[in-house]
């Protein structure tokens, strides 16, 4: 598994890819869906799945109370990890967003930063 940083790098690097390849399609007048990009395995779960899971959770965390935050800090932690490599280079766009949002707020919270809560083993 990558570590939360180098998962931000390849995040990075698939939401310029998915916007070269929404340009080039554009400009041949394809139409292709975002479902149509994503092949996936069956159970597998997409950068997107993963990235609204997070989004959710840092929404709970918001407003829980101290006890419960730290759990919900591991389980996010947990789930960004979750994604495969293959996953994060089809991310589109709004997984990309979310999951760097979602990152960046947690990150102010694990006690490694970036790079994820105390007990988290990359």
């Not at 479902?35 to 840092?58: C, E, M, W």
């Not at 800090?73 to 947990?78: L, P």
């Not at 089809?90 to 999951?99: F, N, T």
Request: glycine residues 4%; charged residues 20%.
């Amino acid at each position: 598994m990558l570590a939360a940083n180098e998962h931000l790098l390849v995040a990075t690097c698939a939401a310029a890819t998915t916007m070269r390849r929404f340009q080039s399609d554009a400009a041949s007048g394809s139409q292709q869906t975002a479902q149509s990009t994503h092949q996936t395995s069956p159970g597998a779960q997409t950068a997107l799945d993963v990235a609204r899971k997070v989004s959710k959770l840092k929404k709970m965390h918001q407003t829980a109370p101290g006890s419960e935050r730290k759990r919900l800090e591991k389980i996010a932690w947990s789930e960004i990890n979750t994604l495969s490599e293959p996953a994060i280079e089809e991310a589109e766009g709004q997984a990309v967003a979310l999951l760097l949002n979602a990152w960046a707020y947690f990150a102010k919270f694990w006690e490694r930063g970036k790079d994820g809560p105390a007990d988290a083993s990359n």
